[in-house]
């Protein structure tokens, strides 16, 4: 699906972002591979949280820094006999979130897992690519941990 939506912004001559901002259509700087049943149990990744974009400089009605590529590029299988996929932030500083789903929908969090960490819920998840920004609500950046969990309901 992503791929089908990457190549009709090509034809149209825009992507609707700046080359510096987010885009899904980036690498990502970690990428793998995992399952619903391996998140069963919840999987942790190191990063360094934040970057020089600016959400809103980039068009987001969001606040927070990332850097242009995802931090993350997960293919994850498996996912339909799961009802909710979570993916959330523990960071060192004031941290956000930033999902670009299997389906190519956009979700944004800051503060949602408390003490400002984020989290995102997807329910009903769909196996595929999982496009991950770390970032931080202010300029600057800040050792952080990504987090996925899946759950039956």
Known sequence: MKKILAAAAVLLGTTGLAAACPAWENAGVQSGYTNGADLYSPNS?????????SLRA?????????????????????LQQ??????????????VLMVNDAYGNWYFDDDSYGNLNPAVTLRNPG?????????TYNPGTCSATLQMETWYN
Request: charged share 15%.
């Open 127 to 135: 196996s595929g690519t999982y496009d991950i920004w770390v970032g």
């Open 82 to 95: 799961y009802g909710r996929l979570q993916i959330r932030a523990i960071g060192s500083c004031d941290t």
């Open 45 to 53: 990744y190191s990063v360094v949280a934040g970057g020089s974009q």
């Open 58 to 78: 980039c068009g987001w009605n969001h606040t927070g820094y990332v850097i242009s590529r995802p931090d993350f590029e997960f293919r994850i299988d498996g």
